[in-house]
């Protein structure tokens, strides 16, 4: 896995004089950790990676993607986020004990899209490099906006598989209490994490600012649903954020 990083990343590195770099803080109101009914605001970074001949496009995925290979309506490319994890502080406000913590994670992989029109299907597949060390794909079917105009949208639905590592660190239950009580040991498979819909926009205040927003939300299926941690938190995940952005 090093090994593809590095070179994942001299890719990368290649196309980053022909690249635009879009950053800036977003307030985040989110549930505090995956499962938790717990929810706040937060700040939370918004990057984009774009060609220095294109507008910042509004994106609906986590991941942000820099593109290294296209041709027509095509394209593949690297794909990174940062996960927040979950904090040991977090957890006992919502009434957990013995959840063990998860650091803030830096995702590195991988991205492939094919665009008929406006419409889009993409897949990104991200593994932890740090903190987490699973593996999480998520195929989309978004629909977006003529990416001429000043203000840009973008509608999407998608869903998210997790290994069996990832599950485990995120939904199992093993030696976890909630409100003192024990809860059932619970160990998930791999699978379907969740499901959701998610909307973007950006709006260019002037040549380069922008004003950036997310709404989205997401229901957990499968292993994930079925763990103690949902069933005695909340089994729906939304997001709401709203930001500005610099490009250089």
């Known amino acids: 896995m090093r090994l593809a990083t590095l070179i994942i990343l001299s890719l990368a590195a290649t196309h ?31 990057i984009e990676v774009h060609r220095d001949d294109e507008n910042v496009r509004p994106e609906t995925a986590d991941a942000a993607r820099l593109d290294i290979w296209s041709e027509r309506d095509w394209e593949a490319g690297v794909a990174f986020n940062v996960s927040a994890g979950r904090d040991g502080g977090d957890a006992r406000d919502a009434g957990f004990t013995g959840l063990d913590e998860i650091d803030t994670t830096f ?28 593996f999480v794909l998520t195929p989309e079917l978004a629909y977006e906006s003529d990416n001429e105009a000043r203000l840009r949208w973008r509608i999407a639905a998608q869903a998210s598989w997790a290994n069996q590592r990832y599950q485990r660190e995120f939904f199992g239950t093993e030696g976890v209490r909630f409100n003192n009580a024990p809860l ?17 926009m950006i709006y260019d205040l002037a040549p380069r600012w922008s ?14 649903e079925d763990s103690p941690l949902v069933a005695v938190g909340e089994d729906t995940d939304p997001l709401v954020g709203i930001g500005v952005a610099y490009t250089f």
């Not at 492939?112 to 987490?132: C, Q, S, T, W, Y």
């Not at 004003?211 to 994930?224: E, S, W």
């Open 184 to 200: 059932a040991n619970y160990s998930p498979d791999s699978g379907f994490r969740d499901i959701g819909l998610r909307f973007a």
């Open 16 to 46: 980053t004089q022909a690249m635009q770099f879009t950053i800036g803080p977003m307030a985040q109101y989110k549930a505090d950790f995956l499962s938790s009914s717990e929810r706040g605001v937060g700040l939370a970074p918004f």
């Open 107 to 134: 995702e590195i992989g991988a991205y492939a899209l094919k665009r008929f029109g406006g419409i889009e299907i993409g897949v990104d597949l991200l593994r932890g490099i740090n903190g987490h060390k699973g």
């Open 211 to 224: 004003l950036v927003g997310i709404a989205g939300v997401n229901r957990y299926l499968g292993d994930a």
